[in-house]
Nanobody
Framework: QVQLVESGGGLVQTGGSLRLSCAVS????????MGWFRQAPGKERDFVAA????????MSADSVKGRFTISRDNAENTVYLQMNSLKPEDTAVYYC?????????????????WGQGTQVTVSS
């Protein structure tokens, strides 16, 4: 059973930075594409960024391009989301997700495993 646990969320001022981590247990990340999604109150879960197994392919939403960077350490079974230049509209619960696929996806329904989420709040 694959388990994902996010950490690193918190309260930060506009323009600040946070680094989210997603620790995976239960099996190796080999062959898994990983994604980050976020959900604000009353809104749908939105794609943020995704990365494939060997880090050769990354994707990110237009709203975070140039500010957020997804990366992974397969040896440590961990995926990261470095978030810089944070804005109040980035406030949401951030979720890590995994799918056994060589290609990452921006569609949440493609992912099989999800973490419990970590809250990110950006104050103005």
């Amino acid at each position: 059973q694959v388990q994902l646990v996010e950490s690193g969320g918190g309260l930060v001022q506009t323009g600040g930075s946070l680094r989210l981590s997603c620790a995976v247990s239960g099996r190796t990340l080999s062959g898994y594409a990983m994604g980050w999604f976020r959900q604000a109150p009353g809104k749908e879960r939105d794609f943020v960024a995704a990365i494939n197994w060997n880090r050769g392919i990354t994707m990110s939403a237009d709203s975070v391009k140039g500010r957020f960077t997804i990366s992974r350490d397969n040896a440590e079974n961990t995926v990261y989301l470095q978030m810089n230049s944070l804005k109040p509209e980035d406030t949401a619960v951030y979720y890590c997700a995994a799918v056994r696929s060589i290609v990452p996806s921006k569609f949440p329904e493609r992912y099989d495993h999800w973490g419990q989420g970590t809250q990110v709040t950006v104050s103005s």
